[in-house]
């Protein structure tokens, strides 16, 4: 949790807490409408994150898909789309991902070794921010408020949801919930196993709930652990 940038960690999973199956193709958890709620949360954030298993995984583009919000945006004095944010460690990111093809600007966290290796490879196509050894969320979120980015949106995947959950950096969870079973222990879950402030004694704030068609969307609002403060 930033003081400067609010984090909004936004997922869709499934009944059992899956967000894809272990096949090769993408399992689509969300529908029509709820496509379209994503969309809207991305034209209101300033920038969209995803961790680079993501990007090598379902090579996505990250954009705002409507017109319409991008407009407003352009007409608001902001940029017509977010600015795109990818963590890498290795610094293992193929140049042709979509990723760097689309939409506006792109930044790219890393370690000192990454960078040097993204040096070239990605020249021309995002901005690389080295954090030193390994990037740590905070210190990315950190140098994200200095670029006036007040809201960013998390996208993935369970590595970015359980880092900046266990970091104690998101304000708001959105929760999409859709009624498919997974049940298949290789399949990515939303989170993974970590250490997360406050452990199980810590409640998050229920402050809505929407139905759209067969989807649930959970609204959590998330306040500081005090273990966190200590």
Known sequence: MSDAVRVLLSV???????????????????????????????????????????????????????????????????PEYPVKVTVTDSGDLDPRLRFWHTGGDKLVYTSDAGAAKLADRLDGL??????????????????????DIH???????????????????????????APILVGDPAAPRVVGPARFPGGAARRLHLSGVEQLGDIAVLNYLVTRSPQAEN
């Open 151 to 177: 809201k960013l949106m998390v996208e993935g995947g369970t590595g970015m949801h359980t880092g900046f959950l266990a970091a104690d950096l998101v304000d708001e969870i959105r929760l999409a919930i």
């Open 126 to 147: 995002a901005e690389i921010i080295s954090l030193g050894e390994h990037p740590a969320l905070p210190a990315l979120v950190n140098d994200l408020a200095t670029r």
């Open 12 to 78: 869709a999973a499934s009944l059992d807490g899956y967000i894809d199956d272990a096949s090769a193709e993408r399992l689509l958890l969300s529908n029509a409408e709820d496509f379209d709620r994503v969309d809207q949360i991305r034209a209101e954030s300033d920038a969209i994150l995803v961790g680079a298993q993501t990007l090598r995984t379902d090579n996505p583009r990250l954009l705002v898909n409507s017109a319409e919000r991008r407009a407003a945006r352009v007409a608001a004095g902001r």
